[in-house]
């Protein structure tokens, strides 16, 4: 981010959903059923999201979501590389190990980036 702080998980949830419309009204969902953004449980929805845009394979997936794909994973990325304690604890536990029990995995790790791809537990 612009300040040079670490980013936070609201931040971070700023921007997956700069990126993802459906995403973006999970969020607003979210908070309006919660009161307030609860981090791993919003990671869930954004887990599913990815899923959701690779059911169809990854070629379908990246000819027809490769903007909201690139720009979530990217986000999650930044998430590790510059984000708080809070954030990098939060992302490797509501996304790498957790997308690692999902069907679309295998279809999912080749678009991880390195700072994603080196929390997973298989490795």
Do not use: W, Y
């Not at 999201?49 to 169809?56: E, H, K, P, Q, Y």
Request: aromatic share 4%; charged share 25%; glycine share 8%.
């Amino acid at each position: 981010n612009a300040s040079g702080k670490p980013m936070n998980n609201l931040e971070l949830a700023e921007g997956i959903c700069e990126v993802s419309p459906t995403l973006r009204e999970a969020r607003r969902a979210h908070v309006k059923s919660f009161g307030t953004l609860i981090p791993h449980v919003f990671m869930s929805d954004v887990l599913a999201r990815v899923g959701a845009c690779l059911r169809d394979g990854p070629a379908i997936a990246l000819r027809e979501h490769r903007p909201e794909l690139e720009g979530i994973l990217a986000a999650l990325e930044r998430g590790m590389a510059v984000g708080d304690r809070e954030t990098r604890n939060v992302t490797p536990v509501s996304f790498p190990n957790d997308s690692e029990l999902e069907n679309f995995f295998l279809d999912l790790k080749p678009l991880l980036g390195p700072k994603i791809s080196a929390q997973l537990q298989g490795k």
